[in-house]
C-alpha cells in the first residue's frame, strides 16, 4: 500500500516575524490528528524555513534520534554536550536524544536556510546523548540508526534514472528537490510516499531536471 501526502497539505507553523517557517508531515504541536500521528518509527518530518538571522533558542528533546538534511544554507548546531558543527549541503547530522539533550539550531549565514528535519522513536528509551555528522554522504553509503531499527538512504538521480526503493515493512520518501514517478504516482518537492510492505519498488526521475530523495526502510512498527 502507498500513502501518498502532498507537500501543499503539510501543516504550517514557525513565526513569521522572527523569520521561522516550518511545514509538519506528521501532527506536531498544536496540530494534532490522531490519524497521523507517525509512520513506522517516524514521529516527524519538518520543513524548516530560517531566513539570516534566525533559529530556534536553546530548547530539550528527549528520547528521539533527530536526522536533519540540510537542503540550501549553513546550519549552525550546538548543545549542551558541548559541540558545535556547521552543516551544510550533502552534510548528515545525527543527534540521539536519549535521556536528555539540549540544543540551538541557527541560521548564522546571511542566506536563507533550508532544511529537512526527521525524528524517530528509539525501541528503548534512556542512555546518553550522542552526536554525528557525515560530511557528504554518498548515495552508496546508507546511514543505519540501529536505536530505531531504521536505514537512510540518500537517493540522486539524473534525469530519466531509476533506482529500486527497500523491500521493507515500512518505507517513507521524501523528495527533496526535482519529481519523481514512484509506480502509477507523481511526486514534486515536499511531496512524501509511506510505503507499507510494498515489494520490487522503483521511483524514476522526471525527464527534465535531477531529483534528489531521502529514503527511509524501517523494521515493523507502529505507525498511525
Known amino acids: 500500500m502507498i500513502d501518498l501526502r502532498r507537500s501543499g497539505d503539510r ?3 514557525g513565526e513569521a516575524e522572527a523569520g521561522i517557517e516550518s511545514f509538519h508531515a506528521f501532527s506536531f504541536g498544536p496540530h494534532y490528528d490522531p490519524d497521523n500521528l507517525r509512520f513506522g518509527a517516524i514521529l516527524a518530518c519538518n520543513e524548516e524555513r530560517l531566513a539570516p538571522g534566525a533559529g530556534f533558542d536553546e ?3 528527549s528520547h528521539t534520534e533527530i536526522v536533519t538534511w540540510v537542503v540550501a544554507g549553513e546550519l549552525t548546531h550546538r548543545d549542551s554536550t558541548g559541540r558545535e ?4 549541503p550533502g552534510d548528515l547530522q545525527h543527534l540521539s536524544a536519549a535521556g536528555g539533550v539540549r540544543h540551538v539550531e541557527r541560521n548564522d549565514g546571511d542566506i536563507p536556510l533550508v532544511f529537512v ?3 524517530l522513536a528509539p525501541l528503548s528509551p ?3 546523548p550522542s552526536y554525528a555528522v557525515v560530511h557528504g554522504i554518498a548515495d552508496s553509503t546508507p546511514y543505519e540508526i540501529p536505536g530505531a531499527g531504521a536505514l537512510l538512504h540518500v537517493r540522486r538521480l539524473a534525469p530519466d534514472e531509476r533506482t529500486a526503493l527497500p523491500d521493507a515493512p515500512f518505507t517513507y520518501v521524501h523528495v527533496v528537490r526535482g519529481d519523481i514517478r514512484l509506480g502509477e504516482h507523481h511526486l514534486g518537492p515536499g511531496d512524501s510516499a ?3 510492505d510494498e ?3 522503483e521511483a524514476v526521475a522526471g525527464a527534465s531536471t535531477p531529483a534528489e530523495l531521502l529514503v527511509w526502510e524501517m523494521a515493523g512498527a507502529e505507525r498511525g
Open 194 to 196: 509511506r510505503a507499507t
Open 117 to 119: 528535519q526527521m525524528w
Open 11 to 13: 501543516y504550517r507553523g
Open 199 to 201: 515489494r520490487a519498488l
Open 126 to 128: 534512556g542512555g546518553d
Open 59 to 61: 530548547h530539550p528533546h
Open 85 to 88: 558543527s556547521l552543516v551544510r
